[in-house]
Structures are given as structure tokens and as C-alpha cells.
Nanobody
């Protein structure tokens, strides 16, 4: 199973920006699509964004479209989530995971075990 290490979360004021990182082994990074997910207190984990293996295609939840951008750095085997215009309702633990394609990731079809995630807290 792929080991996924998320980082970059912190306390931030509404309207601010954050960039989350997800580091993964090269073997996995170069063989599979990847996505970001989040789980707010008392809620189910939900899909946020996904990027194809090639990086040419992306998919976003409606709630983050136009504000969040997923990208990948092949040299660093890392997937990023740039979050702009953060809202209080974006507060959650953010996780990354792998999947067969961006469509499957959007329906929560993932391959790997969930990591510890990174906490994003947006304050007013």
C-alpha cells in the first residue's frame, strides 16, 4: 500500500490561502491518479479534487471550484492543493489518496489506506 504523507494545514483566517502537500513514493506517484479529500467534524469524508496520472485532467467538487487548484510535481513525487479564498466551511482534516482515475476518485473509490491527514482550520 502507498504511504501518503499530508502536510501544510494550519489555522488561518477566512479569505486566506494555504497550500497542502501530499508526498508519495515514486512508484505509486508515477502509476496512478491522486486526489484530495476532507472530513469536517461530525461529517462524512468527502471528495475535494483529483488529478490524473498525466496531470492533464483534473476534477473538483462544486464547493471548491474556482478556489482550489490541484497540481503535481513529478520531480518531487508530490501532489499539492492550493486553497484560495478559504471559508469557515473549509475547516476539516484534509487527506490525499490514490485511485484508478479522477472520475473514480470523485465517487470516493480509492486504493490506499487513509493517512493521518492535515488539519485546516479557518477562522472568522
Amino acid at each position: 500500500q502507498a504511504q501518503l504523507v499530508e502536510s501544510g494545514g494550519r489555522l488561518i483566517k477566512a479569505g486566506g490561502s494555504l497550500r497542502l502537500s501530499c508526498a508519495v513514493s515514486e512508484r505509486v506517484f508515477r502509476s496512478i491518479a491522486m486526489g484530495w479529500f476532507r472530513q469536517a467534524p461530525g461529517k462524512e469524508r468527502e471528495f475535494v479534487a483529483a488529478i490524473s496520472l498525466s496531470g492533464d485532467s483534473t476534477n473538483y467538487a462544486d464547493s471548491v471550484k474556482g478556489r482550489f487548484t490541484i497540481s503535481k510535481d513529478n520531480a518531487k513525487n508530490t501532489v499539492y492543493l492550493q486553497m484560495n479564498g478559504l471559508k469557515i466551511e473549509d475547516t476539516a482534516v484534509y487527506y490525499c489518496n490514490t485511485g484508478p482515475n479522477i472520475g473514480s476518485l470523485a465517487t470516493m473509490r480509492t486504493f490506499g489506506a487513509w493517512g493521518q491527514g492535515t488539519q485546516v482550520t479557518v477562522s472568522s
